[in-house]
């Protein structure tokens, strides 16, 4: 029987699941006090609040499983290692390494990536039955990343420049809770989205979900976040992303079994030579 979950050939985009790691997961600070502006200024605000409040923890070490479900109900699961090593400085990105660990079918796929601010990412991907590593570039970014509803533009880096950002008003969310709505429209004319829309709790604790708008601008898909827990005594992360796609009816759970910072990785744990082992 063929099955319902097709092997991709490229799993371009998965390292930026790791930055992406930070957005739902605020400090615990106060919300941004908002200045007497435009929405476009104070969702600029908004939006540099939140990714100063997500940096800090250093590295990360996590195990995640991903659920997919198609619209017939059939499920898939997969699951893989991520390694992120937090680079600092202004003009340098992270580096973040991933590496499949099951089924049989993309067990050893991995893949190495240097998050850049100002410029195109850059990535090695080994694949297993080619048994060599091949530097790839951030085209397709409206593909499917490995058969799940994200695609490899939902799991990028995602700049606060790289948005024109405008606050849309407030109005009730999930568990009681009155959050900003937060657009964000990407600059690059090739993004798959005419925009984002960012449910921020205006406590400043939490993103609770993000729709995404397809170039017609028909709602195409929605992402919550859960399962908020405390990684390392500070950092409050969500460890339930359900991704649901309105148009097609699938859906895609990441459901992170562990996540630990500070594991005291280095540069040299983020080399080419590392995608043959992980």
Known sequence: MKSPFPVPT????????????????????????????????????????????????????????????NKGGDEATRR?????LERPAADEGDYSLVVFQSPADVKGTALLSHVKINDDDDQWLYLPALKRVKRISSQSRTGSFVGSEFSYEDLSGNEVAEHEWKLDGEGPCRDGKTCYKLEARPKDPASGYQKRVLFVEKDGSRIQ???????RGDKLKALKYDDYKKVGGRFDRAHRWHMKNYQTGKETLLTFRSLVVNKGLTESDFNKAQLKGG
Do not use: C, H, W
């Open 209 to 215: 979900k993000v729709v995404f708008y397809d170039r």
């Open 10 to 69: 490229s799993i371009v985009g998965l390292a930026g699941l790791l930055v992406a790691l930070a957005a739902p997961a605020l400090a615990q600070n106060p919300a941004p006090v908002l200045p007497a502006a435009s929405p476009a200024e104070q969702g600029q605000a908004i939006a540099k609040k939140i990714a100063e409040r997500s940096s800090g923890y250093g590295d990360m070490v996590g195990e995640v499983e991903m659920t997919l479900r």
């Open 80 to 84: 893989f290692t991520l390694k992120l």
